[in-house]
Nanobody
Framework: QVQLVESGGGLVQAGGSLRLSCAAS????????MGWFRQAPGKEREFVIS????????YYADSVKGRFTISRDIAKNMVYLQMDSLKPEDTAVYYC??????????????????WGQGTQVTVSS
C-alpha cells in the first residue's frame, strides 16, 4: 500500500515561490508515476505535473509550463514541486498522487490510485 504525505503549502504573494514536498512509502511498482493535482473551490481536480519514478521524465500542464518544476529524490522517497512566478489562479489545495500505470502519460485523476491528504496553497494578488 502506498502512503503519501504532503507538506510545504502556505500563503504567498503573486510572483513568489513555494516548494511542496511529498513523502512516499510503499512498493515502488505502485508509484511508477508520481503526480501533483490541484483543486480550487467549486472546480474539478486538475492535473498539474508528473514524473516517472525510475526515469525522471516530467510532464506538465500547459498552465504551469515554465513556472513549475517537479523532481524526485529516490534515496529519500521524496517528490518535490517547485512553484515559481505564482499567480492568484494557482490558489488551490494541492495533492500528491501515485499510480502504477506504465503505459502512456497518465493525467486523469482516475488514473491515480493513491493520494495524499492535500496541502493548501494561497496566492494573494
Amino acid at each position: 500500500q502506498v502512503q503519501l504525505v504532503e507538506s510545504g503549502g502556505g500563503l504567498v504573494q503573486a510572483g513568489g515561490s513555494l516548494r511542496l514536498s511529498c513523502a512516499a512509502s510503499g512498493p515502488p511498482a505502485m508509484r511508477w508515476v508520481m503526480g501533483w493535482f490541484r483543486q480550487a473551490p467549486g472546480k474539478e481536480r486538475e492535473f498539474v505535473i508528473s514524473i516517472t519514478w525510475g526515469g525522471g521524465s516530467a510532464y506538465y500542464a500547459d498552465s504551469v509550463k515554465g513556472r513549475f518544476t517537479i523532481s524526485r529524490d529516490i534515496a529519500k522517497n521524496m517528490v518535490y514541486l517547485q512553484m515559481d512566478s505564482l499567480k492568484p489562479e494557482d490558489t488551490a489545495v494541492y495533492y500528491c498522487a501515485a499510480t502504477s500505470i506504465r503505459a502512456g502519460v497518465p493525467r486523469s485523476a482516475a488514473d491515480f490510485s493513491s493520494w495524499g491528504q492535500g496541502t493548501q496553497v494561497t496566492v494573494s494578488s
